[in-house]
């Protein structure tokens, strides 16, 4: 009875034993599925993908990546971000596995199945680990928050808009982006 009882934490090696394309994340030891976006979850991330992907191959700083693409934390947190960036200089790696290590930036779009994990779990992983910048993208409300990495004080809301306006990346200068390019056709 005491084994029934008792949660099971897994680790990166469980995880990586998972067949590929396994809707999980490990989020602090824990295996939490992740259904398949809705519609309007893909358009706001393919309007952000080609933006913040032009600005990054452009300026050649580095690579931008997109779902499912898995992000090595440490070992309880391996995570699938809906947008990374991996700037040249920075401390994530791309290997076979995927990003090993934190990216230069995050970004996470909320939807009704992972937003508690994104603003709660993964925020707090994400300011421990390292991550410069964290996006938070919420299709509903149809605002964008930046927070960037301070080491001292954390993660502090560094840009942020609703409705209107544009945010803007301290990680990459040169990204800019207005919220109706973002949310444009998303009804």
Not at 86 to 95: C, E, H, P, R, V
Not at 150 to 159: I, P, R, V
């Amino acid at each position: 009875m005491k084994a029934l009882l008792e949660k099971k934490k897994y680790t990166a090696q469980d995880y990586e034993k998972l067949p590929e394309g396994s809707p999980y994340q490990l989020i602090e030891g824990e295996l939490i599925m992740s259904p398949a976006p809705a519609p309007e979850h893909q358009e706001v991330s393919i309007n952000l993908s080609y933006r913040l992907y032009n600005v990054v191959k452009k300026t050649g700083k580095g690579k931008v990546l997109y779902a499912p693409i898995d992000v090595h934390l440490d070992e309880e947190n391996v995570y699938q971000p809906d947008i990374v960036v991996i700037l040249k200089d920075g401390k994530a790696k791309l290997t076979e596995r995927g990003v090993e290590g934190p990216p230069d930036m995050v970004i996470e779009i909320l939807s009704p199945s992972t937003a508690y994990y994104d603003l709660t779990e993964k925020k707090e992983v994400y300011e421990r680990v390292g991550v410069k910048e964290y996006w938070i993208v919420d299709p509903k409300r149809k605002a964008i928050e930046v927070y960037n990495n301070n080491t001292e004080k954390g993660f502090e809301l560094y840009s942020k808009a609703k409705g209107s306006g544009k945010v803007k990346s301290l990680v990459i200068p040169e990204f800019e982006v207005d919220l109706k390019e973002v949310f444009e056709e998303v009804d």
